[in-house]
């Protein structure tokens, strides 16, 4: 089955700096790869999301891209901001029909 | 984005009791909706995957018959923890998805906490 490993596990920057998160995955028909935001206390919140056939997709201050040859993806944050404080989880699926795997969870911290 | 509710947002049962959660998408029809349990400070485990009028697909190592899943129309899902237990104490969170779609919506959770 598929697997997806996300990193880091925590991530610490300033404000107004920008955050990186990757993530890796294993089966190769996946085509569905979604960012979630999950505050303390409550649900994922889908906040971004990029399919197979295209390579990048901006949205404001976020960002995904996707490298399909190496199986990996990442999201972007610019100029951060304390709200964006948070988890941040990626996913991996392969088709409409499919379920979500999700990876391990990113805390990102955004200081003052 | 679509909305997904939940009800209730906490619960706090005895020991054997039963639970029932709802999970509602409020402005979609969602054909698949989903039932995950997420520990502190771990990514969501999927319970299991129920779409609209058929029995509900559980993942491996969940009991079918401690968690029983009830998705009888478009709009609502059911989750009922069974003899609760102390173990079943988690944060149970829900999602929703339309037909023929990628996006999947998630719910505010419900914490259940059996004493």
């Known amino acids: 089955g598929e697997n997806v490993e996300q990193h880091p596990s925590t991530l610490s920057v300033q404000e107004g700096d920008s955050a990186v998160i990757k993530c890796t995955y294993s089966?190769?028909?996946?085509?569905?790869f979604p960012w979630y935001k999950q505050e303390l206390g409550k649900g994922p919140q889908l906040i971004i999301d990029i399919r197979s056939n295209v390579g990048e997709k901006k949205d404001q201050r976020i960002a995904v891209t996707l490298n399909k040859t190496a199986k990996h993806f990442s999201l972007h944050i610019t100029e951060t901001q304390p709200e964006d404080s948070a988890v941040y989880f990626c996913?991996?699926?392969?088709?409409?029909?499919?379920?979500?795997?999700f990876g391990t969870g990113t805390r990102l911290q955004v200081t003052l | 984005g679509a909305v997904v509710s939940q009800h209730p947002s906490r619960v706090i049962c005895k020991s054997g009791t039963s639970v029932k959660i709802e999970c509602r998408s409020l402005?979609?029809?969602?054909?698949?909706m989903f039932w995950y349990r997420q520990f502190p400070k771990q990514s969501l485990m999927l319970m299991a995957t129920?779409?609209?009028?058929?029995?509900?697909?559980?993942e491996q190592g969940v009991e079918k018959d401690k968690f029983l899943i009830n998705h009888a129309s478009l709009t609502l899902s059911t989750l009922t923890v069974t003899s609760a237990h102390p173990e079943d104490s988690s944060f149970y969170i829900c999602?929703?998805?339309?037909?023929?779609?990628?996006?999947?919506?998630f719910g505010p959770g419900t914490r259940l906490t059996v004493t």
């Open positions: 129920s779409n609209e009028g058929s029995k509900a697909t559980y």
């Open positions: 089966d190769s028909a996946s085509n569905y």
């Open positions: 999602s929703a998805r339309q037909a023929s779609s990628y996006e999947q919506y």
């Open positions: 996913a991996a699926s392969t088709g409409t029909a499919s379920k979500l795997t």
């Open positions: 402005d979609f029809q969602a054909t698949t």
